[in-house]
């Protein structure tokens, strides 16, 4: 099968073409920097099926960092027969260096001039005909995000590959020497071709940075929005959540036990306490994980991440990090395992490193389920979003003291250089992908582990069949009463151990589990809870819950990314540890003072 | 003759010198060879115009435009960028 491979600088639009072309889903974002791994669709082009390779955006061919390694081993493995180089139309003028670099390979080549839209907004006009006369290579001008120019580009790379691949030098680094000559090479083309007006017309942009990048506005602006965020969640999720919760409970009564009912008892058990109120009681938030991530969506696409590294670099230098570090805490917001891969684009191990052990900190989607469950049911619908705005303070806080600790381990020189991208917003394409994504995932889990754990909990808790479910003489009681004195200091009783248990393999887990113990659902759940525990048991809890090892799916990405048992163990050693101490200076101290 | 060389000297700065809405040209960069790669692509060439737009609070990076790029690097490596202001 023929191979076409996106090549290009980061944030050029390789991921949005590539999704225009494959119908895929790639991850889109305004971040230099979004994909750091390969992926690949199929397509039927003229009469053949062809691969289309995404790849990480490179600024040159002699980069060394984890993402740019992606695409040099690539590159060396296997000759595309068409490289696709896309090249962001409105920085032409510094993109076209690795336009020239590449034809030095002496590949089979189209370029794409994307954000044609961009371009024109902003008054520079290329003419693509002379450039393509000039390079000796078919030019397009598009753009892959709203589509104009799209069919003749692809009509001109159906035609390119049927020609046959020229070979490629074998030396990517003998390359180096000639970049004098593509100096002087880029200014001629350049001159011909491009005019730029001496002021880009993108007010916009600079008008939202002198607000958003304002001295000492710019983190006021930061926090409030993020408070309204919280504030958004209570207004608008969780009524939603509560209704869905309420439905699955409806469904439940009227037709699920009337169905099951002549099933044995410990069966019916089985399917209905444990796996449908389990499962329905996470499935319950989806609504609220696909809102928080159009959100996400927006920000991601904004141009803002880049914003928030500039306002926090001050702070990250101070820590032994960069404002990337506070980029992919940002991200980690959304899932922490995409925020672990994003910082293959570090350059220095330590530095990757020490991001790598603070992210696992940052307060995920998963645990946002948790806490909004036990903040809608311990607290007031006014100190909601207070509590839950001040669980994020203690994710940032703990990240903070984890980077202060362990700077020194991790020494590092990396220079922080990265570019600020023009504001953009997305589509509603762009977003429904994203939204689907989401409801994607949370199915790929839900039926990987949520299942799976809330069995395995429902068996805990009824198991032996002679002892009285959920009760001290179960399996999950022997081993509640067992973590006892080690949770006990904390405010945290043998139930919520439990939970907790299960929480390590995904932390949705931890309200599904808490539906099985209880047995118990919807609003019936939470009063239960509300009940029993005081406001600083839940705090204590969520506590917890927030800083201990994340998941699965993190531990797994940690060792993949840092290859190192003893990193791995170390973050895992690290965040239980930290969050015994955290919780229990919480509890004590609360109750010390008279809570 | 001595005032003149004085005068050049005033001149020709560093990057990180520069205040917001200073343009300046850039005269030559000394950098280890990756970051001087990375600021290549970046756009950043001698005899590029370059404009500081914002500087960080509490010693936080700087905020500049060269061509149609914008880029934030910190104020140690703005040092390394040797300009001449216009
Ligand atoms: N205005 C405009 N924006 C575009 C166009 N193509 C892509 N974008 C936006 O540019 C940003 C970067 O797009 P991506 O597709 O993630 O870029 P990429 O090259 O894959 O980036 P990396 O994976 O980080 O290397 C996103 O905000 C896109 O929405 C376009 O043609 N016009
Ligand atoms: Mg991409």
Redesign the pocket.
Known sequence: MKRIA?L????????????RMTGGA???????????ELLSGKILLGPDMVEII????IYDLHGYSDDEQVVRHFLHDNVPDLALV?V?TTQIERQMSLLLQLKQLDMNIVVIL?????AKKFGISVDAAKMSALLEMPIFL?????GSGYPEALQAVTKALRYPTPGMAEELRSQLEQDEHIETEMARVLKHTVQVPARLSDNLTDKLDSVILHPWLGLPIFFAVMYFLFQGIFIFGQPIQAGIAEAFTWLRETALVPLLSSLPQALQGLLLDGIYNGVGTVAAFVPIIVLFFLFMAIV??S?YLSRAAFLMDALMARLGLDGRGFVMLLMGFGCNVPALMGTRVMRSRAMRLLTMLVIPLSLCSARLQVFIFFTAALFSPKAAPLVLFSLYMFSFATAIITALLFKNRFKNTEPFVLEL?PY?F??LR?MALRGWLEVRHFLRRATKFIVVGVVMVWLLTHLPLSAVPASADTLAGMIGGALHPFFAPLGINEQLTIALIFGFIAKEIVIGALAVIYSLSGDALGSAIGQQLDWVQAYSFMLFTLLYTPCLATVATLQSESKQLKFTLLSLGWSLGLAWLVSFAFYQGARMLGY | MRYFKFTIIMSATTLAALHPGDIATIVSIHAEEALHLRLLALGFRSGKQIELIRKASFSGPLQVRVGTTDVMLRRVEAAKIEVLKS
């Open positions: 996106l290009g600088m980061p944030n050029t639009g390789k991921s949005t073409l590539f999704n790639a991850r889109v974002g305004n971040w230099p920097g979004i994909t750091v995404d790849l990480p955006g896309i962001n994307n954000m044609a839209d961009e598009l753009s892959a995000k709203y991601e696409d141009g991208p953009r997305p589509t762009q």
